[in-house]
């Protein structure tokens, strides 16, 4: 008898707790129609190109229909570094690191909600082919811009939740 309440138990202490969605309400929520509102500025190079379409997929840029309520600001920082000398002095493996430094705008009122920054690195083997090397720099270019592009969101997605309370 015990056992089968304690997960009763455990569900009622759970919705005491205040834990909401995040995303309540599907694509009408307050978090959904405000991240549809947010317009992104443009992003200038190859990396800006891929930044701007991986968080337009992500902020479902369009999907209500109506204007803009904010504007995100992204300013990036792509490096790409030699790393591990081999025998014949010649570079073994890259480092790519992409950082985001993001501004989401109120345009109503022109003042900033957020100023932060976002980044992710990769390492990249360097091999005897060019054409190879150049490939893998260029694949992990567009996985960092997805795994920036995601915390961006994340923490655009936290803003707009705090705001709606």
Known sequence: MIRALAPLAALL????????PIYAGGSNGVVARGLAQIDIA???GDEGWLMRN????????GANGGGSAYRLDVVLDDQLEGLGLLTDDTIGRERRTLRARYQLVD?????????????SDAGIDVVGSEYATIA?????LENLTQEVADQIVVRLTRTLREQAR
Request: one cysteine or more; proline letters at 3%; a negative charge.
């Open 54 to 61: 991986a968080l337009s997929d992500r902020l479902g840029r």
């Open 136 to 140: 893998a720099e260029q694949t992990a």
């Open 13 to 20: 202490a759970l919705t005491g707790c205040g834990l909401q």
């Open 42 to 44: 443009q992003i200038p």
């Open 107 to 119: 345009l109503t009122t022109d003042t900033i909600i957020v100023d932060a920054t976002a980044g």
